[in-house]
């Protein structure tokens, strides 16, 4: 099982490289809306314009989902990243979907979350890619004071940054990525994106993200 893992994330990393949802860049490094100085860009909203790459994400994203929260009563997706594929999901899987905005709508209901979750509802949460995890979190602990059961969450990518883990462990929350950050370069490395010499200093960037290039 943990070879057929690695198998999909090799291949899901490959996917991302391929139609560029997923750049590296060492010599202009991309600056985030954080302020962070960064070699990577990721935007995985691009992949739905791949049909083979979308069907394939969504595909093993529903294996995630029933494998690891079989009790799964509702998908929750994250604005903007998470809706789409966490709506192609649950209508594969037959369950109802809603999504969680980043902030209360200014206007009319003010909602945040837009669907409808029920007192205890068990519910995952779908994330395109998860960096610090805040905004992550934030989606579940909106769903959590709405009365639904967050039984976790899964995503497309994640960073592997260690204050991540650290947030999700803390809040009680299990996460499964398809792909993280080390099977990406090791991806790139083999397609000759990057160079043996180029792999220490992006390593070094998701160690430290906030103070790496400064």
């Given at each position: 099982m943990q070879i057929f893992q690695q198998q999909?994330?090799?291949?899901?990393?490959?996917?991302?490289?391929?139609?560029?949802?997923?750049?590296?860049?060492?010599?202009?490094?991309y600056v985030w809306a954080s302020g962070w100085k960064a070699p990577i860009y990721t935007d995985n909203r691009v992949t739905l314009s791949f049909p083979q790459v979308r069907t394939y994400i969504k595909n093993q994203l529903i294996s995630l989902i029933v494998n690891n929260f079989p009790t799964v009563e509702c998908i929750a997706g994250v604005a903007t990243g998470g809706i789409?594929?966490?709506a192609l999901a649950a209508d594969e899987i037959?369950?109802?979907?809603?999504?969680?905005?980043?902030e209360a709508k200014g206007h009319g209901l003010k909602n945040m979350i837009e669907g409808q979750v029920h007192e205890g509802q068990k519910v995952v949460v779908v994330e395109d890619l998860i960096s610090t995890g805040k905004s992550s979190l934030k989606a579940v602990e909106a769903l959590q004071e709405a009365g639904a059961e967050v039984l976790g969450m899964v995503s497309v990518f994640t960073y592997g940054f260690p204050q991540a883990w650290e947030a999700f462990e803390k809040a009680g929350i299990q996460c499964f990525p398809?792909?993280?950050?080390?099977?990406?370069?090791?991806?790139?490395?083999?397609?000759g994106i990057i160079k043996d010499k180029d792999i220490a200093t992006l390593e070094q960037w998701r160690k430290d993200p906030a103070n790496w290039g400064n």
């Open positions: 999909v994330a090799n291949n899901v990393a490959g996917f991302l490289l391929d139609c560029q949802a997923v750049k590296l860049n060492l010599k202009q490094p789409p594929q966490g037959g369950i109802p979907f809603v999504y969680v905005r980043s398809l792909t993280d950050y080390l099977s990406l370069l090791a991806t790139a490395l083999q397609k």
